[in-house]
């Protein structure tokens, strides 16, 4: 049976709904350097839900709109890190080929999961990522430089494999695995952006050839990816990325983290209880 269109006033909600959770992703990016898929994910679930729509692929097509998304933005903010001569290229051009091989692979492991799993997932790699952003410290280190060789043919595609299962860029992960490896946090935050590109890229080409089920989907998507709210979510965080700048710079980093962290562990935790139907 396929879901009737959602009225007008409905639909003129969504939209308000998308434009607010795109200007708060975009802040999120500008002030914190963690990708805003962490934010866009639990909000297109939301959404998504409250429009009628579910299914056990919606999900997917969260993360697949997500994802979409962090290729404009990524790119956005690669080209600015590199007028800064912040992006280190080396570490770039050496992790890409393992992170695209990784996202690609995350994309067939999603296809074949059903949504609740990938809700419990996103909850809990989520919450462990807020810990690390609350309780983490600067001084951490797990070695002197990046990996090379194995360790990096063996890292890379895990960071892209993960990522791609919870519908977010490169700095959720690649931050903190740059600052563990005794890299610069601008130098990791700049860089990280270039890893949200081949997490990205290779993943919605995927996301757009998978077959969602007609009645389970929002109007106007494509494979997995909805155009709606990839067209609205962009505009948003193209406005509201410099704004999260200048808050990064007018406010303590560390409290702004901290509070970010505790927000993020919530939401995380809401999506744990909704997987497991609590």
Not at 46 to 51: D, E, K, N, R
Not at 167 to 178: D, E, R, T
Not at 179 to 193: K, M
Not at 221 to 241: C, Q
Request: charged share 10%.
């Amino acid at each position: 049976m396929s879901v009737p269109m959602p009225d007008t006033s409905l639909l003129v909600q969504m939209t308000l709904m998308l434009m607010a959770t795109g200007g708060f992703a975009g802040v999120l990016a500008g002030a914190l350097g963690v990708g805003g898929g962490i934010v866009l994910v639990p909000s297109f679930f939301y959404v998504f839900t409250t429009l009628g729509y579910g299914g056990p692929q919606l999900m997917q097509v969260c993360l697949a709109t997500s994802l979409a998304t962090i290729i404009v933005t990524s790119l956005r903010s690669v080209l600015s890190h590199h007028k800064r001569g912040a992006v280190d290229w080396h570490i770039l051009r050496g992790w890409t080929p393992g992170i695209a091989i990784g996202a690609l692979a995350g994309v067939s492991v999603a296809a074949n999961l059903s949504s609740t799993f990938l809700q419990a997932l996103f909850g809990g790699l989520g919450v462990f990522i807020g810990l690390y952003l609350g309780f983490g410290r600067a001084t951490w280190r797990l070695g002197s430089e990046m990996p090379k060789g194995v360790k990096r043919a063996i890292l890379s595609p895990i960071l892209g494999f993960l990522s791609v299962l919870m519908g977010i860029g490169g700095g959720s992960f690649g931050v903190p695995m740059m600052t563990l490896y005794n890299s610069p946090i601008h130098r990791a935050v700049a860089t990280a952006a270039g890893f949200g590109m081949a997490i990205a890229v290779p993943s919605v080409i995927g996301f757009l050839f998978l077959d969602v089920a007609a009645d389970n989907r929002p109007p106007f998507t494509v494979g997995a990816v909805n155009l709606v709210a990839f067209g609205v979510v962009i505009a948003m965080t193209l406005i509201t990325a410099p704004l999260g700048v200048k808050l990064a710079h007018a406010m303590d980093g560390k409290l702004l983290k901290r509070v970010f962290a505790v927000f993020l562990t919530l939401v995380a935790l809401n999506m744990l209880r909704k997987a497991l139907g609590l």
